[in-house]
């Protein structure tokens, strides 16, 4: 256990920021399970619907750093391969 001042508010501040990274990471998988639903059940217009918020839940976990930069950009970009095929 910490035991000097500055180590137990370094404590405190890792346990904020990772109460925030989790809510953040789960806000990207609803939005992504959303759009894959979506996309599952052949509706094109709910799924581009979905995508429209999606990508910037994806972009601004990206942003913040909860996900890699690049992985959230393959994720947006398989997202719209699969609903381009969709049309």
């Given at each position: 256990?910490?035991?000097?001042s500055s180590a137990k508010?370094?404590?405190r501040k890792?346990?904020?920021?990772?109460?925030?990274?989790?809510?953040?990471?789960?806000?990207?998988?609803?939005a992504?399970?959303?759009v894959e639903e979506a996309i599952a059940s052949g509706d094109r217009a709910t799924a581009l619907a979905a995508m429209r918020s999606a990508e910037p839940?994806?972009?601004?976990?990206?942003?913040?750093g909860v996900?890699?930069?690049n992985a959230a950009?393959?994720?947006v970009s398989r997202l719209v391969q699969r609903i381009a095929k969709l049309g």
């Open positions: 256990m910490a035991n000097t508010k370094a404590v890792i346990a904020r920021r990772t109460a925030v990274n989790k809510s953040r990471r789960s806000r990207v998988r609803t992504v399970r959303k839940e994806l972009m601004r976990a990206a942003q913040k996900i890699h930069k950009s393959r994720k």
